[in-house]
């Protein structure tokens, strides 16, 4: 903890999720003092309330569906039931040796941590607790929070991931509101441990920020896998009963149910932190920043979820790394989200990097596409997943756009980062070699076909 005599930093951070302890780290490696103030834990939403226990559910409910389906590999296997207990305890484990690692992370670098709300007094202030931290530079890093919808009050059966979460028991039935990343993912979650589950979404596709190929053929799993979805549907009401809870369409349908997650995505946290008292500005909620992560004032940074674009743990690191790196004047490259691999974890996976066929067909006219089956991929065979590679490339031009689906995908984003963010011809990625027989293999066929050299594809 700083004494009050020497509250003065080159970097106040207010916030220790994603971005603020990246920025943290980066800044105290090349040289900077650095105050880290965080109100909960450091690691934010990612690791305590998102990415890291989400994923740890999603891993218990791959292992549910193998046991059930052990017999088609020819393993004598039962499913007997979810044990919550259980899967809490795994799920909690896996959370609380990244949280040690990462304090001791933390606490090796020297970093000054203050536990407590912040709030920015000044321009180049925070106050926590009374005590005032002043810095030559300020990050806001205060990321984002579970958002619902007007006439969708959260309390009781109507619940947030947040909720999700820490639930002990596994609903019988449960209909998610929001059919994007966190509706799918826990759609997935409790279908797997034996819940009905329907997703209500009111845009005409699940996944809608996807490619269409994607979104179709994941409602074709989802089908297949019995998960309920009304796309294009918007509610109207939800009323909460002593044994349930109903949830009224915009087509007159009704829907009875135990349990109801919203999962219309996260909002921005700024409310009452003294951003817009200070200047900053903030629109409905967001701090708006350019491309190097500065606000309209002078020395105060905006890294994460409270920045517009796409939310993703990912893209809080590297902002933190950027703007730690700006600070120290290293003039690094801007973090573009249209260059920031996508993960969705359900069964089966999507995994993206780069723009949409639309997209590309907007910004450059013409465009070449590609779809590999996976039919054609032995390793997925094995695994008994389906689904697709699909390449864009500007006409005559580098790959822009990767969009992936099937059982384990989000592992292939890597590649396919390096293939957008490189500007990679197809011709460039064909002449490297892909091990087989491996899921990876499946972006070196798409690669060659769409280079004209098909070899387990159909040109």
Known sequence: ??????????????????????????????????????????????????????????????????????????????????????????????????????????????????????????????????????????????????????????????????????????????????????????????????????????????????????????????????INFKAGTKFTGVEQTDSGVKVSLETGEILETELVLVAVGRGPNSSGLGYEEQGINVDRGWVTANERLATNVPGVFAVGDLVPGLQLAHRGFAHGIFVAEEIAGLNPMPVIDSGIPRVTYCEPEIASVGLTEAQARDKYGDVDTYEYNLGGNGKSQILQTAGLVKLVREKDGPIVGVHMIGSRFGEQVGEASLMVNWEAFPEDVAQFLHAHPTQNESLGEASMALAGKPLHAHA
């Open 1 to 226: 903890m700083a004494d009050g005599a020497s509250n003065n930093f080159d970097i106040v951070i207010l916030g220790g999720g994603s971005g603020g302890y990246a920025c943290a780290l980066r800044a105290a490696q090349l040289g900077l003092t650095v105050v880290l103030i965080e109100k909960a834990k450091l690691g934010g939403t990612c690791l305590h309330m998102g990415c890291i226990p989400t994923k740890a559910l999603l891993h218990s409910a791959e292992v549910a569906d193998s046991a059930r389906e052990s017999d088609v590999f020819g393993v004598k296997a039962t499913f007997e039931g979810i044990d919550m207990t259980k899967v809490n305890a795994f799920k909690d484990g896996v959370v609380n040796r990244l949280y040690k690692g990462l304090q001791g992370m933390i606490k090796g670098a020297g970093i000054t941590v203050v536990e407590g709300e912040g709030k920015l007094v000044a321009k180049d202030t925070v106050e926590v607790n009374g005590a005032r931290y002043t810095g030559k530079n300020v990050v806001l890093a205060t990321g984002s929070y579970a958002r619902t919808l007007p006439g969708l009050e959260i309390a009781g059966r109507v619940i947030t991931s947040d909720e999700a979460l820490g639930m002990s028991e596994v609903p019988n039935n449960v209909v998610i509101i929001g059919g994007s990343v966190i509706g799918v993912e826990f759609a997935s979650v409790w279908k797997s441990f034996g819940a009905e589950v329907t997703i209500v979404e009111a845009l005409p596709t699940l996944v809608p920020l996807e490619d269409p190929a994607l979104s179709k053929q994941l409602e074709r799993a989802f089908r297949k896998r019995k």
